[in-house]
């Protein structure tokens, strides 16, 4: 069976002979430690495919990302990075005020001048599933543009100006999204981060009144497409679970080990995939293999069951150890020690 | 407690800041937490009553409500704001001596790491509890922890962290503290980090939500 079938099959909550992979990595990780990955990947190649294309340079693009010091994005918002290889925080806010609002411009360069001239090429060429990484994170990107505690303001006062904004970047995100939906590949994600370690970041009445319904959109456009939606968020979001499955997102990559992943399986099993993970807060750079081996093994009790609906993926940090990583897929591969029915072996 | 203390202790929990602020949209027309503040002032009451028992109380509410997951970041935010227009016309009182705040809390976010809304929450609530907060920022070092506590001996410290890959910097700074002031009390919170690497570390306490911060000072005073 082919990496795409495979994943297809998880996506379609169809029974396949093992999780299909995936492995995000940090800047850090391939500026560094090149060899350890290129090592990894030999062991335990990826079912995952990006889409060769290129957006377009952005007219206030200025310096370099992952370095220390700081650099611009197409946006205009100032990047500072104080560790190299990590993103950073945006610490300059171009709609800091709002007397801006007026002229500013998403950089709808970067979308004029992309080329996906070979973006349906690259996904006849590969039998993996090809999954591109759209530009849409609405709430990030407001975050970005005014700073969090603007935002957080802005939308418990409900001002017009953020109403103006949102629907500002969301056209831009609509444009992209639309870009993607015209090409041949698999799957489009989109993200955001909704969660703080314990609860969302704001109520879910807010979520589904101001956000839901943009997401919406995004994913209407994608399914009549025939697209395979999937969705990031990092903390805890499980009251938002059951609206990202409604308004059409296949697969959601969250934070399982902030929640109660038990309830999450029993919840949500067979109606989403789940994309990963395993906790990079705690035991991907500091537990040990017995301790990661029994991390995965409670993942696929609680959400696999030897059934399918699960990507074995997680996120190689900075300074994880490579034997902590390998041990992820290396348990993967095991046979399912559990009852699946619920009890443990 | 008067009534009028009672009222701004409702907006500081509501997040209500003044007669013109559309928030909460239950309370919109309404006095907010400044102007009932400078009638409160205006009818003689004793700032430090004030302080305690509408200030404090208040934020001590939407503190605990947040810690329960009942109320949100936008809606804590909100009643920092309103405590902040409350404290606006405390200010000369604190200036000239006669209300005095429970003690001194340094805070910042540690050397390598950049993020701080966590902190600014944190640095919020704690100053609504009735305590002095001198926020040294983000990317902070041990020297600059150490000085702050030269010059405010006998303050209590907090340390966040967002990033895995900074948490061994959390740890030397807390080390260092204990080193040159084994008695201060050193508080960390932020994402990656538990109660067991508090301990680890030899932090004296980690708190998942400011208020938790707020009673564990409380304790020390």
């Known amino acids: ?345 | 407690m008067e009534e009028i203390l009672t009222q701004i202790a409702l907006c500081i929990e509501r997040g209500k800041i003044n007669l013109e602020s559309p928030y909460p949209p239950d309370m919109k027309g309404q006095p907010g937490a400044d102007e009932l503040t400078k009638q409160a002032i205006e009818q003689e009451i004793a700032p430090g009553k004030i302080l305690s028992d509408a200030l404090v109380p208040g934020m001590q509410v939407v503190g605990e409500k947040f810690a329960k997951g009942e109320v949100y970041i936008p809606d804590l935010l909100m009643s920092a704001k309103a405590m902040n227009a409350s404290m606006e016309h405390l200010k000369p009182f604190f200036e000239s001596g006669e209300v005095k705040t429970r003690g001194v809390f340094i805070i910042g976010t540690v050397q390598g790491d950049l993020h701080d809304i966590g902190k600014n929450l944190v640095g919020m609530v704690v100053k609504g509890g009735g305590w002095e907060v001198i926020d040294l920022g983000v990317d902070v070092s041990t020297e600059k922890f150490i000085g702050a506590l030269d010059q405010n001996p006998g303050a209590a410290v907090g340390l966040s962290a967002l990033l895995t890959t900074t948490m061994p910097n959390m740890e030397n700074i807390v080390k260092s503290i204990k080193e040159k002031y084994p008695d201060t009390k050193v508080i960390i919170g932020g994402a990656p980090i538990n109660e067991s690497y508090a301990e680890k570390i030899g932090a004296d306490a980690y708190y998942p939500d400011p208020q938790g911060a707020v009673n564990f000072l409380n304790s020390t005073v």
């Open chain 1, 1 to 345: 069976m082919s990496s795409r079938d495979l994943v297809i099959k998880t996506l379609n909550h169809e029974p396949v002979e093992r999780a299909p992979r995936d492995l995000w990595t940090l800047p850090g990780l391939s500026m560094n430690r090149g060899d350890e990955l290129e090592r990894l990947l030999a062991k335990f190649p990826t079912d995952f495919a990006a889409p060769k294309a290129r957006y377009g340079h952005g007219d206030r693009d200025k310096g370099e990302a992952y370095r220390i010091g700081q650099y611009t994005d197409s946006w205009g918002s100032v990047w500072h990075v104080a560790e190299e290889g990590v993103v950073g925080e945006v610490k300059g806010f171009p709609l800091q005020g709002w007397s801006n609002l007026g002229s500013y411009r998403p950089p709808y360069e970067v979308l004029d001048n992309a080329d996906f001239s070979v973006v349906n090429k690259s996904c006849a060429d590969t039998d993996k599933f090809v999954l591109a990484g759209s530009q849409a994170r609405l709430f990030e990107r407001l975050q970005f543009l005014r700073g969090s505690e603007n935002v957080f303001i802005d939308l418990a006062c409900g001002t017009k100006e953020l109403r103006q904004l949102i629907e500002m970047v969301h056209d831009f995100e609509m444009r992209d999204i639309c870009m993607w939906a015209e090409t041949d590949v698999d799957g489009v994600s989109f993200m955001d981060d909704w969660g703080a370690q314990n609860s969302l970041l704001i109520s879910p009445d807010m979520w589904r009144e101001v956000f839901k319904p943009l997401y919406r959109n995004y994913c209407d456009v994608l399914r009549e497409a025939g697209k395979y939606i999937f969705f990031h968020s990092d903390g805890y979001i499980e009251p938002i679970y059951e609206d990202l499955i409604e308004i059409g997102v296949h697969a959601v990559n969250s934070q399982l080990f902030c929640m109660d992943i038990e309830g999450i399986g029993e919840k949500y099993r067979g109606r989403v995939t789940f994309w990963g993970e395993i906790d990079r807060q705690h035991l991907l750079p500091f537990g040990t293999i017995d301790e990661i081996r029994n991390a995965v093994r409670r993942v696929r009790l609680a959400l696999d069951r030897g059934q399918g609906g699960v990507i074995a993926q997680c996120e190689w940090g900075k300074h994880d150890p490579y034997e902590n990583i390998e041990a992820v897929y290396d348990e993967w591969m095991e046979p399912m020690d559990g009852d699946v029915t619920g009890k443990c072996a």
